[in-house]
Each structure stands twice: as structure tokens, then as C-alpha cells.
């Protein structure tokens, strides 16, 4: 089996990766790239769970005139759709995996239980995590280091439209430098915007590595794993 520099993976999906240039929905061609690259991850022996957003169909911003609860329950339903597309696609390639939420939805989904989800991925099936925390106010990133930090992931990757953190927003600012490296206390102090301020410290408390990558090449993340510096690698 080759050699891989992570036994057990993170991957943050935000809703939008998965709409491509359609800015909406689901775009078959992108998902279908993207899974293509995690059925290699699982092909090298990769533990995988996944977190994704739900940007695509909904986001907070969209009910500003509606009551904060309600608008979060609602883009946490988008969650559970775009897991079912995935779960959709990798069972189209071949790979065995579990849905499981943070809202109760039985017929279509395991609600997430740490120990159920950690035997899933020791034998070997990739674990979608949906519906965030299950709790208003707070973000998928949250989510994302949260459950990390359940199952002892080794590293998150977090799929970004750019490839990497910069020093400010580089469609905005043309001077904007690109980290190779950087501490999550640079990144809360300079109020970069990579996750969340409540992911970030998050992830800095329990000392969970987080590699920051381009989705637009999904093959970054097979290359990783291998151990070649792509994006920006944020540390404790």
C-alpha cells in the first residue's frame, strides 16, 4: 500500500464548491471530479470524513429579514442535501459510505454518534457529516474542526476557491501575499477570515493541523497526502 502522510483525514466542503460555475445547486461534472479524487484518497488507504456546507442552496445571508434560528435550520437542511449528493456519487464509484446529521432524519440518515462514526471509518467507509452542529449560530467551519476533534482526525483540508490564505482578499487586492505557513493566533490576530473566529480557535486548542487548498483542482488533495506542499498549511 503506498505511503501516505495522513491516516485520517478532514475534508471541509463548502456548498458552493460542489455548484461550480453555476453558482446554484449541484453540478454534476464538479461533484463527480471531486469524488473522483476521494475515491483515490480511500483507494490509498485514506481514513475520510467529510464535512460540507450548504452555501449553494442556502445561507444566512439570504433571510435577513427572517429570525436567525429559523434562517440557520434552514441552511442546515441544505447540508443534508448536498451529503446525499455525495453519498450518491461515491456509492456511483464504487465506495461504501455513511451519512450521518446532527438533526435527527432517520430515513435518510444515521444521527452522528462518535463511536459509530469511528468504526465507519476503520472499516473502511467514508463518513459524511451534515447539518453542522445541529445548532444555530454556528458555522460548518465550526463544524468541521468539531468533529475533527471527535474522531481524532490527523489534519482538515479545507477546499477554498483560492488557492490558499492570503494576506488580504487577492480578487480584491492585487499586492495581497500568499502564506505557505502560518498559526492560527496570525490568523485571529490579522482577521484573515480563513474559517470562522469560533473554527479557528477551535482547532488551535486541540492542535489540528489545517491545510488550506484550491477545490478548482481537486487533485490537490491527493497530492497532500502524499506529502507535497500545496496551498497553506496553518498550524498551532
Known amino acids: ?56 442552496f442556502w445561507r444566512g445571508k439570504y433571510g435577513h429579514q427572517m429570525e436567525r434560528t429559523t434562517s440557520d435550520y434552514m441552511g442546515m437542511l441544505a447540508t443534508a442535501m448536498n451529503g446525499l449528493a455525495i453519498q450518491d456519487a461515491l456509492e456511483a ?43 444555530p449560530y454556528f458555522t460548518t467551519d465550526t463544524a468541521a474542526a468539531l468533529r475533527a476533534a471527535e474522531i481524532e482526525a490527523d489534519v482538515i483540508l479545507l477546499a477554498k476557491t483560492i488557492d490558499g490564505v492570503y494576506s488580504a482578499d487577492p480578487k480584491e487586492d492585487k499586492n ?15 482577521d484573515l477570515k480563513v474559517m470562522d473566529s469560533t473554527a479557528t480557535s477551535l482547532c488551535r486548542d486541540n492542535k489540528i493541523p ?12 491527493v497530492k497532500i497526502i502524499k506529502g507535497e506542499k500545496i496551498g497553506t498549511i496553518v498550524k498551532e
Open 1 to 56: 500500500m503506498p505511503k501516505t502522510k495522513y491516516k485520517r483525514i478532514l475534508l471541509k466542503l463548502s456548498g458552493e464548491a460542489l455548484a461550480g460555475e453555476k453558482k446554484t445547486g449541484v453540478d454534476a461534472d464538479v461533484l463527480g471530479k471531486i469524488c473522483d479524487q476521494i475515491k483515490i484518497l480511500a483507494e490509498l488507504g485514506t481514513q475520510i470524513a467529510i464535512v460540507v456546507g450548504g452555501g449553494n
Open 93 to 135: 464509484r464504487g465506495q461504501k459510505t455513511r451519512l450521518q446529521t446532527a438533526i435527527e432524519m432517520r430515513e435518510v440518515a444515521e444521527p452522528f454518534i462518535k463511536r459509530r462514526a469511528e468504526k465507519h471509518l476503520e472499516n473502511g467507509r467514508i463518513v459524511i457529516f451534515s447539518c453542522g452542529t445541529g445548532n
Open 176 to 190: 495581497a501575499v500568499k502564506y505557505d505557513e502560518i498559526t492560527y493566533l496570525d490568523i485571529l490576530n490579522k
Open 210 to 221: 489545517l491545510i488550506v487548498f484550491g477545490i478548482k483542482e481537486p487533485e490537490n488533495m
